[in-house]
């Protein structure tokens, strides 16, 4: 799913409402059913693929222009719980420990949650307008807080790479939560 690019100058057309980038060179959609590890209710977990029919939770459009140091995208996160957690990637490291990212958020709400190697926990709220720095070395998720889709512009070397094990394995210390029709920050009590 990956069409190679050339690393000519391009004015690459990304319409901030529904994350189209045109044009791409790859794509790739999350189901729900992917995401089991990473929820802490796997009984609402498991209602929520069957009833709703296993739903596009967020994709991922990119444009990689080849021998590039740089590369970017958009992520459209669409809205919803499950029992009470609000939808969100599924976070990760760079493989690359030296290399950051910046998150541009195009429209939406949501809350991008960072987490050092050290275990240290910072959020910044993404909304319309807010480019959020990435530091080197700190696990991130987007987590979308909001009715609407959540979508923001990525911009990152393509050798950052991903590292996902770290966070399906432990996952991250703190939970986003929809409670009492507000968002709350929770801790985790399945991390180990
Ligand atoms: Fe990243």
């Known amino acids: 799913m990956h069409e190679p690019i050339s690393a000519l100058p391009m004015g690459v057309f990304i319409d901030g409402l529904t994350g189209a980038v045109n044009p791409a060179s790859g794509h790739y959609v999350k189901r729900l059913s992917e995401l089991r590890e ?11 693929v069957r009833e709703r029919d296993d739903p596009v939770t967020y994709e991922v459009v ?14 459209t996160m669409y809205p919803g719980d499950i029992g009470g957690e609000f939808h969100m990637t599924r976070g990760h490291f760079h493989a690359r420990r030296d290399m950051g990212e910046v998150y541009y958020t195009q429209s939406g709400t949501g809350i991008l949650l960072l987490e050092s190697r050290n275990g240290e926990t910072r959020t910044v709220e993404m909304k319309p307008g807010v480019c959020a720095f990435i530091p080197p070395d700190w696990a991130h998720r987007s987590i979308n807080t909001g009715t609407e889709p959540l979508v923001f512009v990525w911009v990152c070397n393509p050798l950052a790479g991903h590292d996902y094990g770290e966070i399906l394995k ?9 409670i009492e029709g507000g968002v709350k920050m929770i801790d985790n009590i399945a991390y180990v």
């Open 62 to 75: 990119e444009y990689r222009p080849e021998n590039s140091d740089i590369y970017f995208g958009t992520t």
């Open 170 to 178: 432990r996952g991250m210390r703190k939970r986003v939560m929809k």
């Open 38 to 48: 990473i929820y802490q209710d796997k009984a609402a977990f498991d209602h929520a």
